[in-house]
């Protein structure tokens, strides 16, 4: 049995028609049928049913078919794991963070200074962290205290490398502009508009109005650039952090802090059950001195 024959039975089997799955595989009709027979030789039972030029699976065929995924599935993790493979044995550095553009000025300034190095970044839910924690794949863990769930924490190390607060993103000819801090209670009746659902910030949001006794008010969803171009052009108003508002360029808006948020605390976490390699160590240590230059 062939990996050519799984190709071609898995084809079939999902058109259900000879002449279609031969066009898809660009082989002829003729020769696509004569795989398929000799496949359903070898295991000595047929596969399909066939009625009017349809091959529909048979009891066999589901079962054939079911463990021939598996085979396909497990062949894509193995690239994949060859992959990442290759990579570590490069000057490679993997990352996990709920926030990823929380952190463009310590990625830039890495890379200014170890140029030869590459890093990738990817964003995280707290659901995934609950339910698989880390991919061996990632060597650190960039976040805010509490998109960690506490029974996750347990297997990890940190540091503390910033404080950062929530703050409204408001045109400056709105009145609420002129505050120093606003009450979260204020907000009750502006317009406003809200990250999409499901990513941290929008959940962070979520519990702050939660933790005020107050539901949350009605607003659109949109990605970051659009939510922060309508609190640009007056449209409504929008929500982002302090230290994300201090790396954007000068614009029409003004950061007022949200007086009743409590400050969030921004770690770097590392597996405990896992020394960390000469590079690990070498980003772990330009993190911490990025962040505490003293």
């Known amino acids: 049995m062939e990996l050519l024959q799984l190709k071609y039975f898995k084809a079939v089997a999902e058109t259900g028609k000879l002449s279609a799955a031969a066009e898809a595989l660009f082989i002829s009709a003729p020769a696509l049928s004569a795989s398929i027979s000799r496949l359903e030789k070898e295991l000595g039972t047929k596969l399909f049913d066939r009625t009017n030029n349809h091959l529909e699976l048979n009891k066999q065929g589901e079962i054939f078919l079911k463990y021939a995924n598996q085979v396909f599935t497990t062949l894509d993790f193995a690239r994949y794991e060859i992959d990442q493979s290759i990579m570590l044995q490069q000057n490679h550095i993997s990352i996990a963070t709920t926030t990823s553009n929380m952190w463009t000025d310590l990625i830039t300034a890495f890379y200014v200074e170890y140029s030869h190095f590459t890093l990738s970044v990817t964003n995280m839910r707290r659901f995934q962290l609950e339910q698989t924690g880390l991919h061996p794949q990632h060597s650190f863990l960039m976040a805010e ?32 502009a002129q505050y120093e801090s606003l009450d979260i209670r204020l907000l009750e009746k502006e317009t406003l508009c809200y990250p999409t659902p499901g990513l941290t910030m929008y959940e962070r949001l979520s519990r702050l109005f939660e933790d005020n006794n107050m539901p949350m008010p009605y607003g659109d969803t949109f990605p970051y650039l659009i939510y922060r171009r309508m609190a640009q052009e007056g449209l409504g108003i929008s929500f982002t952090s302090q230290h994300i508002s201090s790396l954007e360029p000068p614009c029409n808006l003004r950061y007022v802090p949200i007086a009743n948020a409590n400050p969030w605390v921004f770690r770097l976490y590392w597996r405990k059950n896992r020394p960390l390699t000469e590079k690990e160590l070498l980003f772990k240590n330009f993190v911490d001195g990025f962040y505490h230059p003293d």
């Open 145 to 176: 205290e509490k998109d960690v769930p506490p029974s996750y924490t347990q297997e990890l190390d940190s540091i503390v490398l910033f404080e950062d607060r929530l703050v409204a993103m408001i045109h400056p000819d709105h009145p609420l």
